[in-house]
């Protein structure tokens, strides 16, 4: 089993509606959860982290975790075609801080 | 702002040939990383360094080697390049510590012909 679980889509959805993505993991000693987005052939960039459980909002994003499911989710509000992307999720490892990678969802939306 | 730049966008290499990836980054992080990703696979860890001549294998560092002479520079090194080696490859660099986040390059797109 993989430390963490993601779907890789794609995803596809129409222009304005509401996005979840998510994730699943395995280690329960986990407290820092990272999204990243990725356009077509460039590096990822963070998105937003959270720690510990509960959510966290930025603009048209809130990140959310609840640790007693081991889930993580990113919402994405009113998506726009610029939000076409893949989507990593990445735990941050407890040992040495390395970050734990999802295989990332695809997501693209339709104008 | 944080830069990372990588030396090359696409490289054409032939088989057994050794090829050099070159990572440097503007920032003074301690922590550098090599990354190769897959479709389907995500990102997956080759070798990460956490100060100047030290370095860690990661989850698959088979026919990688690795080099950090200067805290700004981390090289990758393909020492007989295989079809299996095509790939994207990304650098990363960080500060250390809980909650830090990686901040990465554009990517090398490798061909192994």
């Known amino acids: 089993q993989k430390e963490v679980e993601q779907d890789p889509g794609p995803l596809s959805v129409p222009e304005g509606a509401i996005v979840s993505l998510n994730c699943t993991y395995s280690n329960s000693a986990f407290q820092y959860f990272m999204w990243y987005r990725q356009y077509s052939r460039k590096g990822p960039e963070l998105l937003m982290y959270t720690y510990s459980s509960g959510n966290k909002e930025d603009g048209r994003f809130t990140a959310q975790v609840d640790k007693s499911s081991k889930y993580i989710s990113l919402f994405i509000r009113d998506s726009q075609p610029s939000d076409s992307a893949t989507y990593l999720c990445a735990p941050q490892g407890v040992s040495n801080y390395q970050l734990i990678w999802g295989a990332g969802t695809k997501l693209i939306i339709k104008p | 702002d944080v830069k990372v730049t990588q030396s090359s966008r696409y490289l054409v290499k032939r088989t057994g040939e050794k090829v050099f990836l070159e990572c440097v980054q503007d920032?003074?992080?301690?922590?550098m990383f090599w990354y190769r990703q897959d479709p389907g696979l995500g990102l997956r860890l080759i070798y990460f360094s956490y100060d100047v001549k030290m370095k860690e294998k990661g989850d698959i560092p088979e026919g990688y080697s690795v080099s950090r002479e200067k805290k700004e520079r981390f090289s990758l090194i393909l020492e007989s390049a295989s079809t299996n080696q095509t790939s994207m490859y990304l650098c990363?660099?960080?500060?250390?510590?809980?909650?830090?986040?990686?901040?990465f390059g554009p990517g090398t797109r490798l061909l192994v012909l």
């Open positions: 920032m003074d992080h301690e922590n």
């Open positions: 990363a660099s960080g500060p250390p510590g809980a909650g830090k986040t990686q901040y």
